[in-house]
């Protein structure tokens, strides 16, 4: 089912929010950022909203930390904002310390979508010109939403005239405790990954693939994310807790779950890589709700950070006339306590 409505007015536009659901899972989607605003989780007692999210326009560009919206053209961080295509280096806009974040000052989480639907799913449309953000070429981009058997299932097209950088992602943050709880602390989480990718004080990676074994790192079976996060390890006093890139095995990607509210969560993904990030810059800003350090949790599926500028990464190239199809999938369900 899909209802849509008006959620906000920016720059004499209307930004509208589409519902998407079933008996299971509710979905708040609006057109500005393709951003996802809510999920709300059916528990058999009550809908559980497990998404951190804004309720205006405004306050998700001041405050959002990219809550819920599709971060592109190339989501991550970029080394210094330069890459090399083809033989010609280009230069982007640098909006993360030294580093390029996330598709730049106005990245695809700031762009108003053209927006249709079809058979219950939402499509948004996103045009980017050569040039947009210091990037090449122009790429035709579409992410569809839908919501299944309890999942939303996000799938991400493009295409462009020239090679390009091209790695999407959805920024949703999470707790399954519910929204409002505070903490994501006891939030218990499984990764199908062996390796990760230790990054520099810049939060780049510095290219090595490590194991995890008799790390923090280690998500090979559940703990809760609070148990090794304040370990004496110097990747965690870097990033000031998780922020670091994993390298799945599987599509199955991941389990999360909360004591608390008995609500799991599935990953599902097709890419190479996954960002487990564990709030740690988030500063206390009010949306929904006000979210403090550790008060979400992302599982940002991806290309590695940096990939194009180290050679042992997969590629994050789009070559000019390719299409570019990923697909990515939060699946929920319930536990028995």
């Known amino acids: 089912m899909i209802n849509k409505s008006i959620f906000d007015n920016y720059n004499g536009q209307e930004i509208y929010k589409y519902t998407l659901s079933d008996n299971r899972l509710q979905a708040d989607i609006i057109t500005f950022g393709a951003t996802v605003t809510a999920l709300r989780v059916n528990t058999g007692k009550k809908w559980v909203d497990v998404a951190l999210g804004f309720e205006s326009v405004e306050d998700q560009i001041k405050k959002g930390d990219y809550m819920g919206a599709?971060?592109?053209?190339?989501?991550?961080?970029?080394?210094?904002?330069?890459?090399?295509?083809?033989?010609?280096?280009?230069?982007?806009?640098?909006?993360?310390?030294?580093?390029?974040?996330?598709?730049?000052?106005k990245g695809f989480d700031k762009q108003i979508y053209q927006d249709s639907t079809e058979e219950g799913k939402l499509m948004l449309r996103y045009y980017s010109k050569d040039g947009d953000q210091g990037y090449c070429g122009n790429v035709d981009f579409c992410v569809t939403y839908s919501v299944e058997d309890g999942a939303l299932n996000i799938e991400y097209r493009a295409v462009s005239d020239q090679d390009t950088l091209f790695n999407v992602t959805n920024h949703l943050y999470f707790n399954l405790n519910g929204q409002e709880d505070g903490s994501i602390l006891d939030n218990m989480l499984m990764l199908n990954a062996d390796s990760y990718t230790p990054d520099k004080p810049n939060l780049i990676p510095t290219g090595e693939i490590a194991s995890v074994e008799g790390t923090p790192f280690d998500f090979t079976v559940f703990k809760a994310i609070g148990q090794d996060i304040g370990a004496d390890n110097e990747q965690l006093k870097i990033a000031g807790g998780y922020d670091h890139n994993f390298c799945l095995n599987s599509r199955h990607a991941g389990t999360a779950y909360s004591v608390k509210t008995g609500i799991v969560m599935d990953v599902y993904t097709d890419r190479p890589g996954i960002q487990f990030y564990s709030g740690n810059f988030l500063s206390g800003n009010v949306g929904k709700s006000c979210y403090k350090r550790n008060s979400g949790f992302c599982l940002e599926t991806q290309c590695y950070p940096n990939a194009v500028n180290q050679a042992g990464f997969p590629s994050p190239v789009l070559k000019a006339g390719e299409k570019f199809v990923s697909r990515t999938s939060y699946k929920f369900s319930l536990r028995n306590n």
């Not at 970029?78 to 890459?83: L, S, T």
Request: aromatic share 8%; net charge positive; with cysteine.
């Open 70 to 105: 599709v971060a592109g053209r190339c989501a991550n961080r970029i080394e210094d904002g330069r890459f090399t295509l083809n033989g010609k280096q280009y230069t982007l806009d640098v909006n993360n310390g030294t580093n390029h974040l996330h598709g730049g000052f």
